[in-house]
């Protein structure tokens, strides 16, 4: 059984930063292309990063770009998110994803396992 366990949310002023994890059982992590989406209020689930098997390939939504760093960890079965300057915009609950396809995925269909979400809180 495939599960996806997020940690790391909370509430943060603006300008500030949080790092997400992602632990990873029952799936083969190594050979997994992983995600991170959000859904913020009254919104569509969007996509935020995503990284390829051993991370060389990396890709950002444009209003993350330079302020998100993603990451893994193969040998911990573990996906970060590490998010800085964080914005009010920002705020939303942040799912892990993870996809037997070859490239990271960048829209919720692409996604085989989803996490239960941690909620990012950013005030103003």
Known sequence: QVQLVE???????AGGSLRLSCAAFGVTFASSAM??????PGKE?????????????????????GRFTISRDNAKNTLYLQMNSLKPEDTAVYY?????????????????????????????
């Open 7 to 13: 940690s790391g949310g909370g509430l943060v002023q």
């Open 96 to 124: 892990c994803a993870a996809s037997r396809r070859l490239t990271p995925p960048r829209l919720a269909d692409e996604v085989d396992y989803w996490g239960q979400g941690t909620q990012v809180t950013v005030s103003s």
């Open 45 to 65: 689930r969007e996509f935020v990063a995503g990284i390829g098997w051993i991370g060389g390939s990396l890709y950002y939504a444009d209003s993350v770009k």
């Open 35 to 40: 995600g991170w989406f959000r859904q913020g």
